[in-house]
């Protein structure tokens, strides 16, 4: 199922961006603004450095790979 469901790969990338993005302040004082402001930042990196628009077009394919394998996983 988690090779079909191409979200999990755009949720990885996020995920590992807002890692490399530290705070402004200790995370415990972070406020909501400033997350946002932040994932913000983060999101608009992946749009221009990952293809997020290639992976939707993929989810068709990657649905019938699935079913032509019998539900064995992917390899991409």
């Not at 979200?7 to 995370?27: I, Q």
Request: charged share 35%; proline share 4%; glycine share 6%.
């Amino acid at each position: 199922m988690g090779d079909m469901l191409l979200h999990e790969t755009a949720v990885a990338w996020f995920r590992k961006l807002m890692r490399k993005t530290k705070p402004e302040v200790m995370p415990w004082l972070e406020t909501r603004e400033m997350w946002s402001k932040r994932a913000r930042q983060v999101v608009s990196q992946i749009n221009r450095d990952y293809d997020v628009a290639g992976l939707c077009r993929e989810f068709p394919t990657r649905l019938e790979d699935v079913v032509n394998g019998l539900g064995e996983r992917l390899r991409k």
